[in-house]
């Protein structure tokens, strides 16, 4: 079997890959955190600490997988399982390389954007079946907070589909042969980078698992192994939204010649999640009116702005 | 419009450049059991128990430090040596109850008991925690090096009578009618 696209050799290789960048993620966001924060971070098991991402895998799979008995059974269990599956899914249509990919499909933009709403899912039942005040307001807060971003995330793209003129993001990719997209679509870029924050909830938009008002948020009652679904669905959220961005705005694989095109991809999408991470360190979470406010007074209309202005553009030339 | 886009973009770019900058600059930690911290003299640690310069047991047992600790983690039994010298006959301190407050430090007539630097004291069993007089008493005498009490207070021992401290006069003949 050949590394091309779509072949087993390559699908195997992008699940491992991603999984295991993901868990990794769990140490680099620690490490690289402390140092925001003057601190040095888990640095004793292993070189490095590189192993802290094993011992952490060992405590969480030998933790009580505990259901509470007032939860709803099916949807509680399906709730962790949901968030996985639905970003895994995303990374399909992912362009990683030339000849690594799963699928090379037409609608790659829209499939991403689908399967981001249904993340939604997983928060909504988590907090839901957990019958938990806290994880209900967590859960209120994500559906809210996600149905909204999600708007705006599709409209900031359209600008980026109208250039390339294609829904396929390998055609994105090589529509930016000349010229990145971020410069002639900067302020896509950057609305498409809070709703991406927005959409994996990370920590400038974590209001739905903020932790210093409501515990846990949707993820309170959730413990062992289907806590760790969550925590590393979030991480994968967060690789899959940097490869986005990557794939979308800074031309994905390409790159001077002296470096595998998956190099690049990696570096790109590296620089997005350590990008990430900064904003984690340095950003407050902002209140939740203020969040939704934000978003439907002033992203909204900006991104409607950017498409009308990048439309004239189009036309005009 | 302006003062949206400041509050709420540039303001965040300046913060992520400051923190961003923080990756350059050494950090505030001590890796511990690698790297010892330094520990102040007056840093209030593991209790002993002192002697004074002639060796002798400068506690008298008079239980002061017992009634200020605030946890109840000191038990002492006081006796007596033929010379009327009081001292304890046993000490004990809990510290897996002890808050290192320092009220027995303060509350002692005789500089006794003292806190030192050390704070290692972790240990896997719990009885282990209690400490006799045997494993607090030091041999030398502790941050006080001159101080002896029975030789500056007043108290009557044998081969000491009244009056006979250090900085003190005799006591008084309240029966004779000089001056």
Known sequence: MALEIGSGLTIGLILGVVIVVAAMLIWVERRLLSFWQERLGPNRVGPFGLLQVVADMIKIFTKEDWVPPFADRLSFVIAPAIIMIVILLSFAVIPFAPNIGVVDSNIGVLFVLAMASLGAYSVMLGGLSSDNKYALLGSLRAAAQMVSYEVFMGISLLGVVALSGSFNLRTIVEAQEGMWFVIPQFVGFVIFLIAGVAESHRLPFDIPEAEQEICAGYHTEYSGMKFGMFFVGEYLGLVLVSSLITVLFFGGWMGPAFLPPIIWFAAKAGVFIAFFILLRAAIPRPRYDQLMSYGWLFLLPLSLLNLLITGVVILST | ?179
Request: aromatic fraction near 12%; charge should be negative.
């Open chain 2, 1 to 179: 419009m302006y003062k949206l886009i400041k509050d709420t973009l540039i303001s965040q770019v300046v913060t992520l450049w400051g923190v961003f900058m923080k990756l350059f600059t050494k950090a505030d930690t001590v890796q511990y059991p690698d790297e010892q911290p330094y520990m102040f003299p007056r840093w209030r640690g593991r209790i002993i128990l002192s002697r004074d310069p002639d060796g002798e047991e400068r506690c008298v047992a008079c239980n002061l430090c017992a009634v200020a600790c605030p946890v109840d983690c000191i038990a002492l039994q006081k006796a007596e040596k033929e010379d009327g010298r009081w001292y304890p006959e046993f000490f004990r301190i809990n510290f897996s109850r002890c808050i290192m407050c320092g009220f027995c430090e303060e509350a002692c007539p005789t500089n006794a008991i003292q806190l030192t630097p050390d704070f290692e004291m972790a240990e896997y069993i719990r009885q282990d925690m209690v400490w006799e007089k045997e494993d607090l008493l030091i041999d030398g005498t502790g941050k006080y090096h001159d101080y002896n009490f029975y030789r500056v207070a007043g108290m009557q021992i044998k081969n000491k009578d009244k009056g006979e401290a250090l900085n003190e006069a005799p006591p008084v003949d309240v029966r004779s009618l000089l001056p």
